[in-house]
């Protein structure tokens, strides 16, 4: 297998964007990325793209093609394959693009994630969210996507003594890093009065425990790690990558406060990269909700199963804590369009490692994590990076 | 998704809770599954429907507020993850109360109720939802 | 029909109530008075996921939880109801898959306004009493609509009971029924048609009383009982002004009705009227209590039906499901705006 190293990336800007289509989106952050690393269309010999559900967010599907021919690359016949795992098509776009270029098949490779959402109403929005989960036994019963993981929040203030308040620190910390990033959806502070007087989603989440809906696209492209120094002087090499899968329904899991697809791909990243949870300085982690990042946080290893909520309290995954933990601002503050924040994660660890996240970034980063997930956890996937 | 026989194929297990047990482990599983997930291929032929009673206690709840169209007007309403006496969980409504009537550990049964309509003019969907039993067995009722 | 009875029963009543004055408030009405007049002093109201379907069910349910009669021994299932969910499509199909009865077994919906309930369950004593069947069930369930401001609306409300009819181990014979039907237009909803219409004072003498108290009559008559010899009775009360007049002009005190007269606390259910009093009846009656059960439907017509219970009631598992004290105990009152909402009485923009 080969190494392989991601050498150039590109993000649009995340929001509500009103004047952009899918396939604006979708050039966009490609142009930015091919231009990172300095190279030119007729180079790139494969196109992934992630992608939840442009069949009911735009109703097109067979985005792949479109976003190969919008790009100019189709005039090329090269292959563009459309990803998708719901939230975790963007991490999984990303895997694909690596095993094509670690098996040899190809050697410079485009991997996108794009999601347009708000061309439909929120209700709308909510539901294609939701059938993420399992349509014929939680959502048919009721279940929203949020309640699945107010389910989960209720389970584990329960079992743990997590807090209110707790959750609440999760959204304050990433909208304090998302001020600081200008891409980010939300670029404002705020403290935890807001979130506990937002209203009531699904207690105890209120509309500051949960990522917006939003417009966007990211980027990375790919090539052999031998190759990388012809493009640029600081390649970032993905060193580790671990997917897995659990039952679609929450209710079939063996604990529904902990995520088993992340505690199996973790390790299988780890075991892949040769590293341990104490290696890694910086993480972007799926906070899709608040509960979210405290879940993913114990089962990635960071913090003992139970005690994620006081580690977000204590400041421990700051910009300054022990483990950074959403640089970017997160699902929360960056902005969750679906099938991008699994790209987006790789761009924001890429400018970590790179020493080129401004005000955000964490002091001498070397080894980066990702981990995204689709649904309330049936699929999972975990990157590691590392500077060369 | 507008679908008459998707639905109707699930009504056994939408009316009247019927699962499935694998002989080959004994476990009981709802929702109801192909094969089981523990066993595989040596459940095959070794598995049966079966029905839950339908009773359990809460495992986990939620009160819903931001929903979709189909329980606007039951806003807020009650999500809960219920445990069966059979051991399987399962997702569903818990009616005719308010969360603040409601721990984890309630105890509850099935019922059966509309789960959502395709429009004024659609088929109607009916299966289980939940309500609280009250430790002498009678129905649930406010104070 | 000798021999053929009620072999269970169960019933079903809302959690949810509003009062008259709540009604009256938004209708510049003195609800208290008009609750006063109806003697009615709270209606049931059905949740937003209630229908006809979903109260049979559960009173069906009730009923079968009571007796270890094997469903698919269910040979037929009538619900009787004015409220179907379906202009076209059975409710009792899916009562029959709920509690087990299908697919050996006829079905069918009646409606004959309030009675339809009562005119499935002689439906089912012919089909037991021929032989054809070894059981049937008849239900009288409804979630009867009231226009807003209209008189109704003080009063018509939601509930059933279920009954299953054999000729095995009867808790309570129906030793006679009598019906009494003419064409009388007292009061009609027309298909697609939202909310009934009704004629007014119309509905009382000539509608009512003329069938209820023919329908009492006739059945004295062939029996060649009298009012004394019941230890309860139950009517028809579309309000509780009705009944209590038409058991008086009959020969019957308010004792024997007194069980059996649950509309002050739910209102007028409808097809669910006499079934859910025949069923607080048979929450408490003791073998070789008699009962006197007469069923009114507009348009119009009354049946009715002598009953005696039998020893087996010292033996029947009543408590294996909520009599109809603890389905009416504790409820939910709502206020006037959320009960439109439940009722759908609030427009919403609809795609």
């Not at chain 1, 709308?124 to 929040?153: K, R, V």
């Not at chain 2, 699962?19 to 929702?31: A, E, I, V």
């Not at chain 2, 984890?104 to 049964?109: A, C, L, M, P």
């Amino acid at each position: 297998m080969r190494r392989v190293a991601v050498i150039g990336v590109g993000i649009t800007e995340f929001g509500e964007l009103w004047d952009s289509s899918f396939r604006k989106l979708g050039i966009g952050a490609g142009l930015s990325a091919v231009s990172d690393a300095g190279i030119y269309s007729d180079q790139i010999e494969a196109l992934f793209v992630g992608n939840m559900s442009a069949g009911r967010f735009i109703r097109q599907e067979h985005v792949a093609a479109l976003i190969a021919d919008y790009s100019g690359i189709a005039r090329d016949n090269i292959p563009a394959t459309r990803v998708e795992a719901a939230g975790a098509s963007g991490g999984l776009a990303l895997r694909q693009g690596l095993m094509a270029v670690a098996s040899s098949l190809h050697d410079i490779v485009v991997v996108g994630g794009a999601e347009k959402m708000t061309d439909v109403s929120d209700v709308e929005s909510s539901m294609i969210q939701s059938s993420a989960a399992d349509q014929e036994w939680e959502t048919e019963l009721g279940a929203t996507f949020s309640g699945l993981h107010a389910l989960m929040a209720t389970r584990h203030m329960h079992d743990y003594g997590t807090t209110r308040e707790q959750l609440a620190d999760v959204a304050v910390k990433n909208h304090r890093h998302g001020a600081l990033n200008p891409k980010a959806q939300f670029r404002r502070e705020i403290n935890r009065n807001v979130v506990l007087r937002s209203p009531m989603v699904a207690s105890p989440l209120r509309v500051f425990d949960c990522a917006p809906s939003s417009d966007g696209a990211a980027a990375v492209v790919l090539c052999p790690l031998d190759m990388a120094k012809k493009f640029t002087d600081s390649p970032i090499e993905i060193v580790g990558s671990g997917q897995a899968s659990d039952s679609l329904g929450l209710h079939h899991r063996k604990d529904i406060c902990t995520m088993g697809a992340t505690r199996a791909a973790t390790q299988r990243a780890l075991k892949m990269a040769g590293l341990s949870q104490k290696d890694v300085d910086v993480a972007e982690v799926h906070d899709n909700y608040t509960i979210s990042e405290i879940i993913a946080i114990e089962d990635l290893g960071f913090f003992p199963k139970g005690e994620g909520g006081k580690a977000t309290e204590e400041g421990l995954t700051s910009l300054d804590g022990d483990v950074a933990v959403n640089t970017s601002g997160g699902l929360k503050a960056r902005g969750d369009p679906i099938g991008a924040t699994g790209v987006a994660q790789a761009v924001e660890i890429v400018s970590q490692l790179r020493g080129k996240a401004d005000k955000r970034q964490v002091k001498d980063a070397d080894v980066g994590l990702t981990q995204n997930v689709g649904g309330t956890g049936a699929t999972v996937v975990v990157h590691l990076f590392r500077r060369v | 998704m507008a679908s008459a026989p998707r639905y109707w194929r699930e009504n056994p297990s939408r009316y009247n809770m019927v699962g499935f047990k694998c002989n080959n482990c004994g476990k009981f599983y709802f929702p109801p599954r192909i094969i089981c997930p523990l066993c595989h291929r040596k459940s095959v032929g070794k598995t049966e429907p079966v029905k839950m009673k339908g009773t359990g206690a809460i495992f986990s709840f939620t009160e819903v507020h931001e929903g979709m169209d189909e329980h606007n007007l039951q806003k807020p309403y009650i999500l809960a993850m219920v445990e069966l006496d059979e051991g399987a969980k399962v997702t569903g409504q818990v009616i005719d109360c308010d969360a603040s009537d409601l721990s984890i550990g309630t105890k509850v049964r099935a019922t059966l109720r509309k789960l959502s309509e395709e429009g004024s003019a659609g088929v109607i969907h009916y299966g289980y939802k939940f309500v609280p039993l009250r430790e002498n067995g009678e129905r649930p009722r406010d104070e | 029909m000798k021999g053929v009875g009620i072999v269970s029963y169960g019933a079903y009543v809302p959690h949810f109530r509003i009062v008259p004055d709540e009604i009256g408030k938004v209708w510049g009405v003195d609800g208290k008075a008009m609750g006063k007049g109806l003697m009615i002093s709270s209606k049931s109201v059905p949740a937003p996921d209630e229908d006809t379907i979903t109260i049979s069910v559960e009173a069906a349910r009730n009923m079968m939880s009571r007796c270890a009669v094997d469903p698919k021994d269910i040979g037929a299932l009538y619900v009787g109801s004015e409220s179907h969910p379906y202009a076209v499509k059975p409710s009792g199909t899916i009562v029959a898959e709920a509690i087990e009865a299908s697919p050996d077994l006829t079905v069918a919906d009646f409606e004959f306004a309030c009675k339809a309930g009562t005119a499935a369950m002689q439906a089912c004593m012919g089909l037991v009493g021929a032989g054809m069947v070894k059981y049937a069930v008849a239900i009288g369930a409804d979630t009867s609509q009231g226009a807003p401001g209209d008189a109704l609306e003080y009063s018509a409300s939601a509930g059933g009971a279920a009954f299953l009819i054999g000729a095995q181990k009867v808790i309570a014979t129906i030793d006679t029924t009598y019906s009494y039907t003419t064409d009388t237009p007292d009061f009609w909803r027309r298909e697609g048609r939202v909310y009934p219409r009704h004629g007014g004072r119309f509905t009382g003498e000539p509608a009512y009383f003329k069938h209820v108290l023919s329908g009492g009559k006739g059945l004295l008559e062939r029996t060649g009982m009298s009012p004394e010899d019941y230890t309860y009775a139950v009517f028809h009360q579309p309000n509780g002004k009705f009944p209590t007049r038409a058991a008086k002009q009959l020969g019957f005190s308010a004792e024997q009705i007194k069980t059996g007269l649950l509309v002050s606390q739910i209102g007028n259910t409808y097809s669910g009227a006499v079934p859910l009093g025949l069923a607080a009846i048979l929450d408490e009656a003791k073998p070789g209590d008699r009962i006197f059960a007469v069923a009114y439907g507009s348009g119009a017509g009354s049946d009715a039906f002598d009953i005696t219970v039998t020893d087996e009631m010292a033996t029947f598992k009543r408590d294996a499901a909520p009599t109809l004290n603890e389905l009416m105990a504790n409820p939910k009152y709502l206020d006037y705006a959320t009960y439109a909402k439940f009722k759908g009485k609030i427009a919403k923009e609809r795609d």
